[in-house]
T-cell receptor
Framework: DAKTTQPPSMDCAEGRAANLPCNHSTISGNEYVYWYRQIHSQGPQYIIHGLKNNETNEMASLIITEDRKSSTLILPHATLRDTAVYYCIVRVATDDKIIFGKGTRLHILP | DAGITQSPRHKVTETGTPVTLRCHQTENHRYMYWYRQDPGHGLRLIHYSYGVKDTDKGEVSDGYSVSRSKTEDFLLTLESATSSQTSVYFC??????????FGSGTRLTVV
């Protein structure tokens, strides 16, 4: 079973920040938090990952709580092209497989 | 995606026939995976490989077999295709630190 819990769907207005939450209360000390997204019928795409510090790249920011039991993916200025299913995954860096949950379906509203 | 290709992209086959899907990578990654995706089920792991000739079962392996005779190729075989195996199949590769890279998918229809 997936080790994370995400809301099944969220809406966000175009141009606003999209904040996607993820609960991973059983995360182990050596597990990273990864985020992927899947745009309709395409293969999932890597977004960002982190261990305990907040991370930012050209696509998004990842905020991990101090106790590491939850995290938030932030898309700072959502566009219609960000409409997708977003998956939060915890994974040991050298682990050999990922089990996907259902993810969050993000709708960007014009 | 760069470094990973799946073939064929689309296939229609008849019930009871064998089908082989191919995943090819140019990244020299150790780990390779096959997932299937169906409406209402999300991505489910079928089989994975952690090296040449080293494979293991995932969540939904019944009716599927895999082979990996060289690092760059991971083959998924449906020995006798059934309608329940109609799906979109994704291959993925993974380095030890960075995330997965997925292929573009193979849409398989069993009639």
């Amino acid at each position: 079973d997936a080790k994370t819990t995400q809301p099944p769907s969220m809406d966000c207005a175009e141009g606003r920040a999209a904040n996607l939450p993820c609960n991973h209360s059983t995360i182990s000390g050596n597990e990273y938090v990864y985020w992927y997204r899947q745009i309709h019928s395409q293969g999932p795409q890597y977004i960002i990952h982190g261990l305990k510090n907040n991370e930012t790249n050209e696509m998004a920011s990842l905020i991990i709580t101090e106790d590491r039991k939850s995290s938030t993916l932030i898309l700072p200025h959502a566009t219609l092209r960000d409409t997708a299913v977003y998956y939060c995954i915890v994974r040991v860096a050298t682990d050999d497989k990922i089990i996907f949950g259902k993810g969050t379906r993000l709708h960007i509203l014009p | 995606d760069a470094g990973i290709t799946q073939s064929p992209r689309h296939k229609v086959t008849e019930t009871g026939t064998p089908v082989t899907l191919r995943c090819h990578q140019t990244e020299n990654h150790r780990y390779m995976y096959w997932y299937r995706q169906d409406p209402g089920h999300g991505l489910r792991l079928i089989h994975y490989s952690y090296g040449v000739k080293d494979t293991d079962k995932g969540e939904v392996s019944d009716g599927y077999s895999v082979s990996r005779s060289k690092t760059e190729d991971f083959l998924l075989t449906l020995e006798s295709a059934t309608s329940s195996q109609t799906s979109v199949y994704f291959c993925a590769i993974s380095g030890e630190y960075y995330g997965y890279t997925f292929g573009s998918g193979t849409r398989l229809t069993v009639v």
